[in-house]
């Protein structure tokens, strides 16, 4: 039977639900996948969920080799919050958010995993690579940043007087290139405007302070015996620049790529002129 193709009216994409123990709470965890090969664990951006890689998952040059995974964080997407803790204000942290990782990872018995992740996604693979060294074959960050200095209040993405879901996607709006196709950016901002209400707030507390990395961490990571670390940023970007990306893959002595007609959210704002940037790169950790 010929495999389909992204075009296909039936994608090849298989969508489940696990029950993971993350720190003595039990989730359940819905994730998409496709392919076979080298695990590949993708990580969504802060406020939206797994549909951001679906080129990705369809992209029967990578699905060849890969085994493509794509999991909703809790309170993201299809992964509901945990029964107990429904009620609780939602805040990521860096410790929360890495268990949450290595339980997917650890369920699925995935041995030595790519790990890809963008924005808070792409903040976090370097938390990874400081405590879990071992445990990846390489980290590949998109738009990733040691720090990210205050550039909005973030209470006006969750107050009762202002449409969370309709400012949410303007800020993600906001951070696209603007040559990424129409209908790509539109997807993009949807997943954001249909985010959970202070989701997206609550994970920017990772973004903005509890996941900030400070130089003693970078240089701890530079000197680890880790898998290779890949750093790939767009240009329009004002959240976490490209030079600011070119700096931290100097200090991390990391293979660097610039995007210049890419913003924030490569992976799914414009998704086939991503493809030409992460095909290579996916072969070149194949070979390793």
């Known amino acids: 039977m010929r495999r389909p193709t992204y075009d296909s009216k039936i994608e090849h994409i298989t969508g489940h639900y696990g029950h993971f123990d993350i720190d003595g709470t039990m989730h359940r965890i819905y994730w998409e996948e496709a392919g076979r090969g080298i ?23 990578i699905t060849r080799h890969f085994r493509v995974l794509a999991f909703d964080l809790p309170y993201h997407g299809k992964s509901s919050p945990p029964s107990e803790k429904a009620w609780d204000a939602y805040e990521l942290k860096a410790s929360k958010y890495m268990a949450t990782i ?20 792409g903040r976090v693979i370097l938390h990874l690579a400081r405590d879990y060294p071992n445990r990846f074959r390489a980290f590949l960050g998109l738009q990733s940043s040691p720090d990210v200095p205050p550039y909005y209040d973030v209470d ?35 997943h954001y405007m249909q985010s959970g209400p202070g989701v997206f707030k609550g994970d920017l507390h990772f973004y903005k302070w509890d996941g ?16 290779p670390i890949v750093l790939m940023s767009g240009a329009y970007d004002y959240s976490a620049t490209l030079e600011d ?13 610039p995007m210049p007609e890419l913003g ?14 992460l095909r290579p790169v996916l072969k070149q950790l194949q070979a390793q």
């Open 39 to 61: 695990p590949l664990v993708c990580l969504h951006t802060a406020g939206s969920d797994s549909r951001q890689y679906r080129a990705i998952l369809n992209d029967p040059e």
């Open 102 to 121: 290595i339980s997917f990872i650890d369920g699925l018995n995935l041995e030595r995993p790519i790990v890809m992740g963008c924005s808070i996604g």
């Open 156 to 190: 006006w993405l969750h107050r009762h007087d202002v449409h969370g879901g309709e400012i949410c996607g303007a800020i993600a709006y906001g951070l696209m290139a603007p040559t990424s196709p129409n209908a790509d950016m539109y997807e993009t901002m949807w």
């Open 212 to 227: 900030r990395l400070t130089d003693h961490d970078i240089e701890f990571i530079s000197e680890q015996k880790t898998g």
């Open 245 to 257: 990306a070119k700096e931290l893959a100097s200090k991390l002595s990391a293979q660097f790529i």
């Open 264 to 277: 924030h959210f490569p992976m799914s704002e414009n998704p086939e002129k991503f493809l030409t940037y």
